[in-house]
């Protein structure tokens, strides 16, 4: 396993982070276990969670991810051995289930590390993200922009809140995620003005079908050193051919949710197959050609991976032991000038 700095801060992340969100879904207590135990004997010391997981978001299962992993901790003593990283819920006035619909007021912010700690039994939170923004910011991908009112917590008085965690010790780092150029440029303005903490990360969406960070983040992750962390890199299963010619698996997240429409607008069916057919010609598994296209794109931090067995678990790790060649660059290169970034 290969390691990454997180940000500027002091944290050494490995390049393949554990995402739990179907943890009290997909995926049983006993198997999430599992799962934990798995990914600690491959080197991966860094877990990704959610006050509003499991998914899909339903009152019923909200923080059960949460509570799964922090029995965990409690069972296996080794708190100190994972960076863990969580989110808070940015603005959902329809999820009155979470706060009364969910915001990044002090409050609120203060209501969400509480429930967070307390779930995962745990003194505090190595990397807190701001699940999505506080503005009306449509940060879940879509093809043009559409200006929001300026009805939302400043950017200052976010961080002003967290850094009261910070300074207690619940908090030790924080990042974005589903976040904009100028968000992050915005967070990062206020942090080095008023001697704030600084954003270490931006957990957005990244694949070979969804490139959008390449427009305008990217710069950002590198000048600024706010590396992604990059998430659904296997566009929720589609790059592996799973729902190859309307294929439904048992058990499969769109046959259980109907939730992946992120990856089924004009153009998506094409180049996804197109990828898929990609990696066989070049000898490789649709995973490894998936996952190993991310790791090694230099803004990227580490890959966030999610499995519903063990058997997905272990071959979506070994993925990232492909070895990426320039025959590969060259070939995923000219495929994306043809197709370009059809699922944003």
């Known amino acids: 396993m290969k390691y990454s700095p997180l940000g500027r801060t002091d ?116 990397l807190y993200q701001l699940h999505w923004p506080d503005r009306r910011y449509n940060g879940f991908g879509f093809h043009h922009y559409s200006d929001y009112d300026a009805d939302y917590e400043s950017f200052l008085s976010i961080l002003e809140s967290l850094d009261r965690h910070v300074k207690a010790g619940r908090i030790r780092h924080v990042g974005v995620s589903n976040e904009s150029p100028y968000g992050v440029m915005k967070f990062l303005s206020e942090a080095e003005k008023h001697g704030l903490p600084r954003i270490a990360s931006i957990q957005n969406a990244y694949s070979l079908v969804s490139r959008a960070f390449d427009y305008g983040l990217a710069e950002v992750a590198l000048r600024e050193d706010v590396g992604l962390l990059a998430y659904s890199s296997l566009a929720q299963g589609y790059l592996i051919g799973k729902y190859r010619d309307g294929a439904l698996p048992e058990g499969a997240r769109k046959t259980l949710y109907q939730r992946l429409n992120r990856y089924e607008g004009p153009g998506g069916e094409e180049a996804i197959n197109r990828y898929v057919d990609l990696a066989a010609e070049l000898g490789l598994k649709p995973e490894q050609l998936a996952l190993k296209f991310v790791d090694q794109r230099p803004f990227v931090t580490s890959t966030i991976i999610g499995a519903s067995s063990m058997t997905q678990l272990i071959d979506d790790i070994d993925a990232f032991d492909t070895v990426w060649t320039d025959e590969i660059d060259k070939a995923v290169f000219k495929l994306h000038l043809s197709h370009p970034n059809p699922c944003p």
């Open 11 to 126: 944290l050494s992340v490995s390049r393949v982070c554990l995402g739990t969100m179907m943890y009290g879904s997909q995926v049983s207590q006993a198997d999430a276990w599992d799962q934990m135990d798995y990914a600690l004997t491959r080197g991966i010391n860094f877990f990704d969670t959610a006050e509003v997981y499991a998914i899909p978001p339903r009152p019923e299962t909200q923080g059960a991810t949460e509570r799964i992993i922090g029995e965990w901790f409690r069972a296996r003593g080794n708190r100190q051995d994972i960076i863990l990283a969580t989110k808070a819920a940015g603005r959902a006035d329809f999820m009155d289930w979470i706060r009364g619909g969910p915001r990044h007021t002090r409050d609120h912010l203060d209501a969400a590390v509480e429930g967070s700690l307390k779930r995962l039994q745990t003194d505090y939170i190595d």
